[in-house]
Every structure is written in C-alpha cells, then in structure tokens.
C-alpha cells in the first residue's frame, strides 16, 4: 500500500505526531493488518454507512521509523499495520467490506507506549484472593504478575505473557474482574494490573488477548 495523500497529525497531552489519511480497507488488499484483542460487547452488528462515517480515527503504528511523513513522501510501500485502538470499528468495516475510505492516524511503533488497562474486582477482596490461591498465584516477583495493592501475585508455572492473560480471560468470564478505563478510576474500586504486553508480543500467530488487555498511548 502506498500512502500519497495525508497531513501531520499531533496528539492532545503528548509530544509524539502522526499522520493522518484515509484508507478504504475494501480495496487495500496488499496490507498486513495486526489485531492483539478480542472485542467485548460487538460492536452493532447493523450496516450502517452513517455509522461509519462518524466514525474517530483508527489507529495504527508502523515499522517505519519516527520520520513518517519523510518516509511516506518518498512513496515506499507500507505492508503491515498494527492497530492500536479501533478494533471494534475495524470488526465492523471487515464484517460489511465497506467501499468507504475512512480517517486513520499512523504513528511510527518506536512512539508506542503500551501500559496495563485497569481492571477492577468484582467480588469481594477475600474472595478474590482466595481465587488466586486456589489457583496458584501467591505473592512473590516474577516477570508475570498480578498486582493488587503494590503487591504482585505470581505462579511460578506461568512462564509466557499469554498464558498470563488467558487466566485474565478466565477471570472476566467468570465476573472477577471487569475491565475499566484508566483515566475512569473510581477511589473505592480495588483495581488490579497485568504485567504489560509489549507491542512485539501482539505478533503471536493465531492469538488474540482478552478484551481491554491493553491500555496504549498515544490516545485520540
């Protein structure tokens, strides 16, 4: 894909700038897209061209370095997209193939900062914490942990990233936890965190993370 037409795009409450253009993802065959979440709540399953049309920008990173607009200007071919935040709409554009080009920022993936998106619990806290005992989490360091309160809960049987995110998927279907906002943070919720994905981790083949398993910046 080749990207001709598109203007400098800067982020409110962040130094890092983009590119904003539109892509019809009807016709752009040729680009790799990368999803890292399953989505919660579908979107409207309804085809709706109005619908789309009011759509926010998606937005993607690439592999291009943070000189994006110098990149594109000299025509060089874009073959793999990330996205970072959009993937309920992108859900919807693939399910009724759109002839619609619709507005999407590009950041360069150097500018990515992935953090850990809030979760709260949904039982009480000794309930909760009896669940991660029975599960074999117990507090202790590692690289993979749940970390409620300053303390981190580990078990030392969990070794990947993912594997640490499917028990977070089996806690939200079993109505654990709840997935909310990091800038919506209620004083009296009990908020617990992941270890953080990092953005070569959304490569896996085949996988997805749960819903709202990461909280990236820059945000629209």
Same mark, same amino acid.
Not at 46 to 73: G, H, M, Q, W
């Given at each position: 894909?080749?990207?001709?037409?598109?203007?400098?795009?800067?982020?409110?409450?962040?130094?890092?700038?983009?590119?904003?253009?539109?892509?019809?993802?009807?016709?752009?065959?040729?680009?790799?897209?990368?999803?890292?979440?399953?989505?919660?709540?579908?979107?409207?399953?309804?085809?709706?061209?109005?619908?789309?049309?009011?759509?926010?920008?998606?937005?993607?990173?690439?592999?291009?370095?943070?000189?994006?607009?110098?990149?594109?200007?000299?025509?060089?071919?874009?073959?793999?997209? @990330?996205? #970072?935040?959009?993937?309920?709409?992108?859900?919807? #554009?693939?399910?009724?193939?759109?002839?619609?080009?619709?507005?999407?920022?590009?950041?360069?993936?150097?500018?990515?900062?992935?953090?850990?998106?809030?979760?709260?619990?949904?039982?009480?806290?000794? @309930?909760?914490?009896?669940?991660?005992?029975?599960?074999?989490?117990?507090?202790?360091?590692?690289?993979?942990?749940?970390?409620?309160?300053?303390?981190?809960?580990?078990?030392?049987?969990?070794?990947?990233?993912?594997?640490?995110?499917?028990?977070?998927?089996?806690?939200?279907?079993?109505?654990?936890?709840?997935?909310?906002?990091?800038?919506?943070?209620?004083?009296?919720?009990?908020?617990?965190?992941? @270890?953080?994905?990092? #953005?070569?981790?959304?490569?896996?083949?085949?996988? #997805?993370?749960?819903?709202?398993?990461?909280?990236?910046?820059?945000?629209?």
């Amino acid at each position: 894909m080749i990207i001709n037409n598109f203007e400098k795009y800067n982020f409110k409450n962040s130094e890092v700038s983009g590119i904003i253009t539109s892509i019809n993802f009807s016709l752009e065959k040729d680009v790799e897209i990368i999803l890292h979440e399953e989505t919660q709540n579908k979107f409207e399953q309804v085809r709706d061209l109005e619908t789309v049309k009011s759509f926010p920008p998606l937005v993607f990173s690439t592999e291009a370095d943070r000189d994006l607009a110098n990149i594109l200007n000299d025509s060089k071919e874009v073959k793999e997209l @990330t996205l #970072l935040d959009g993937h309920h709409r992108f859900e919807h #554009l693939n399910l009724y193939n759109y002839d619609y080009s619709i507005p999407v920022v590009l950041i360069s993936n150097q500018d990515v900062t992935v953090q850990s998106y809030n979760s709260k619990i949904n039982v009480d806290r000794e @309930t909760f914490i009896e669940y991660l005992y029975a599960n074999n989490f117990k507090p202790s360091p590692s690289r993979y942990f749940i970390e409620i309160e300053d303390c981190k809960y580990s078990n030392i049987k969990i070794d990947s990233i993912y594997e640490l995110y499917d028990f977070k998927r089996k806690l939200i279907n079993h109505d654990f936890i709840i997935p909310i906002s990091n800038d919506m943070v209620n004083v009296d919720d009990l908020i617990i965190n992941f @270890t953080p994905i990092q #953005l070569v981790e959304f490569y896996k083949e085949n996988y #997805l993370f749960p819903p709202k398993s990461t909280w990236i910046s820059p945000r629209i």
